[in-house]
């Protein structure tokens, strides 16, 4: 399977038996399954993949199934076994560490925002229908941009007291979800390498990454 990124948008043809089993199974429980890439070279699995969410599910005439999945959160997976003809992978969830400066990585999220926005309006000017449908084509493969409630944007320096943890909190929130969101649009035009992105867990070398490529020179 592909990678996902957390936020990311895919549709699926599902045609392989023993993938319409999986989606029956999730369609008639939690509407999730998990999906991980595989290495460059080889069969191996990345060591972290990431859980979708069915949003949208048509079962066509000849039993293939037609979905629309969205990433969630991801998870490292400790052991895999086969169960009818399919990965079955015991994981944990996980998150970006929480002991880098959510201050500082909210600045730099903010910076990379500036810079993907700067982008996007390259993008527009270009105008012409054809142009027009791949912009449409590339936010349609994320959900919606992450906001900026509980960061208190406005406010000058550090978040530093006990009292204001919650905006430390939303900071740290932000500037993952901010990674992943920018991660989606530059690695499906082939800009940033998405295994790296999934298996990461610093948000700040991955922001700095996203900040290098090329196209936000």
């Known amino acids: 399977m592909d990678?996902?990124?957390?936020h990311q948008r895919m549709a699926l043809n599902i045609f392989e038996p023993r993938y319409r089993l999986l989606v029956r199974r999730a369609m008639s429980g939690s509407r999730t399954f998990g999906m991980i890439g595989l290495r460059r070279r080889g069969d191996d699995i990345l060591g972290v993949g990431c859980e979708v969410r069915i949003e949208e599910c048509n079962c066509l005439p000849d039993g293939r199934f037609q979905i629309e999945v969205v990433g969630t959160r991801r998870f490292r997976v400790s052991r895999c076994e086969e169960q009818d003809g399919y990965r079955l992978a015991h994981a944990e969830y996980i998150r970006d560490d929480g002991e880098e400066d959510a201050n500082a990585n909210f600045?730099?999220?903010?910076?990379?925002?500036?810079?993907?926005?700067?982008?996007?309006?390259q993008m527009r000017g270009r105008g012409g229908g054809?142009?027009?449908?791949?912009?449409?084509?590339?936010?349609?493969?994320?959900?919606k941009k992450p906001d900026l409630a509980g960061c208190d944007a406005e406010r000058e320096g550090a978040v530093v007291t006990r009292e204001?943890?919650?905006?430390?909190?939303?900071?740290?929130?932000?500037?993952?979800?901010?990674s992943f969101w920018v991660?989606?649009?530059?690695?499906t035009i082939q800009q940033v390498d998405s295994a790296r992105?999934?298996?990461?867990?610093?948000t700040r070398e991955r922001l700095e990454m996203l900040k290098a490529a090329r196209i936000l020179e």
């Open 197 to 202: 992105l999934v298996e990461g867990t610093s």
């Open 107 to 121: 600045a730099l999220a903010r910076e990379v925002d500036e810079k993907m926005e700067v982008l996007l309006d």
């Open 3 to 6: 990678v996902v990124l957390p």
């Open 130 to 143: 054809q142009m027009s449908a791949v912009l449409h084509a590339l936010l349609r493969s994320t959900s």
């Open 183 to 187: 991660g989606t649009f530059l690695s």
């Open 164 to 178: 204001e943890a919650e905006v430390w909190g939303a900071r740290r929130s932000y500037a993952e979800d901010l």
